[in-house]
Each structure stands twice: as C-alpha cells, then as structure tokens.
C-alpha cells in the first residue's frame, strides 16, 4: 500500500516538461541547433513567399495575387526548385544562432539566479531570454539579410558566398546590420507575445497539466499566429531594409533605419501596407 502512494505521489510530481538532471549545456545547445535548422528549413517556401509579398515596388514579374497564384506563378515560370533559392544561407546561419540564443539563454538564467529552488524566476527569465535574443540575432542578422537577397524576384545571386562578398562589396559591412535594431525590437515582443499567448492558450486547453503533445501543437500553432500578427508591422518594415540594395524603389534603396523606411511604406500604401492581411494588397498596388 505504502509502495502504491510513494508512486502515485512520484507521478503527480513528475514534471514532464523537464529537462533531464544530467541534461549538460553541450546537449541544450546541440538541439537548439537541429531545432533552428529544422524549422528554416521546413518552412523555407513560406518565407520566401511572405519575403516576396513584402517587397516594395516589385518588377511585373513580382506581382502576385495571392499564395496560391505566387505559387503557381514561380513553380511554373522559375521552377519549384527557387521556392527554396537562398536557403543554405538558413542552414548555415540558423544552426550556430539557435545555439547560442539556447546556451546563453542558460548561462545568463543560471548567473541570474534562475535556478535557485524550484520556484519561479521571471526575472531571471526575462533578463536571459533577452539576452539571448540579442546574442542569436547578432550572429542570425547577416545570414537573414542573404537569405532575402537570394529570395526576392529577380535575384542574380546563386550561392550565399557569392551573393555576401557583392553585397559587402557594394554596399559595405553596415548592411548586414542596418536592420538589426528593427529585428530586435521585433523579435523581442514575438517572444513575449508568443510565450503570453501559449501560456493562456495551454492553460484553457489542459488545465491539469497532463501529458497531451496534441495540446502543445494547437497552442504552439496558435502562439505563433497570435505572435506573428502582432510583429509583421516590423517585420515589412525588416524586409524594406534587408532588401533595400536590390530595390527598384530609388528611396527603398536609401532607406537608412526603423523609422526611414516605415515613413516610405507609410507615404507609398498608407497605414494599409503594414497589416500582414494586405501584404497582397501592396505588391498588386503598381499592377
């Protein structure tokens, strides 16, 4: 009987979200690093249509009604093998940047005082999440800047070396990084969006806590969406700039910050361009 209780209670206090006590560092960092790949990867073809979309002023072969017509629309006049142009530069850049947003994250939290007790830190949490933002971007920034370079319509770059020495040549080390601090503020709030909406939705979902991956996916699903709304604002915003040197906008081509570049899609679409719902809407706008 005694033996039935010791294990009812080990169950009840078994936390299934835990890590493992001889779950080192190295570990941390090496799944984040599959992890990041993972997801670029997968969702590649999605990026590169929502890069396409946000572009300012595309060519006339740019233009495109909607998902399934940039779809169709590419895989029949490039190939379907260009909905995936520029993703080594993911492959490359993701692996190293998850790494070190996982085992900063964990070395911050554990100066922080994060993992003292069993209690909850939040403010150990929120000082290392930032922290490791900061650290993942810095690294992930240029890679991204490649990756969109090689995505958008028209693109000459065929390899990411190739396409990182002409974009260093011609514009210069600054441009690898004149989107960061917009990156930063825009993945510090997804973040804490996506983390706020996963809580609540995980919460109304399984309020018992059990074990149900079913519930981890719809409210991961649902995070991400919820987070995304909120940021794709800044996120247009990251496109303008990361993409600016292969713009066919002379201004879009000058645009020298956060602020610069949201006046110009402001004074271009209005409040309009910004709404992840109108993206279509912008590159059918010169049509």
Known sequence: MASTEHHAVAAEEFDYEALPENYTLAHNMLAGAFAGIAEHSVMYPVDLLKTRMQVLNPGAGGLYTGLTHAVST????????????GVSSVIVGAGPAHAVYFGTYEVVKELAGGNVGSGHHPLAAALSGAAATITSDALMNPFDVIKQRMQVHGSTHRTLVQCARTVYRTEGLRAFYVSYPTTLCMTIPFTAAQFMAYESTSKIMNPTKRYDPFTHCIAG???GAVAAAVTTPLDVIKTVLQTRGTAQDPEARTAKGLFNAARLIKNQYGWAGF??????KNNCHNA
């Open 275 to 280: 709404p992840p719902w109108n993206a279509t």
């Open 221 to 223: 699903g649902l995070a």
């Open 74 to 85: 590419i895989s029949r006049i490039e190939g379907w093998r260009a909905l995936w142009k």
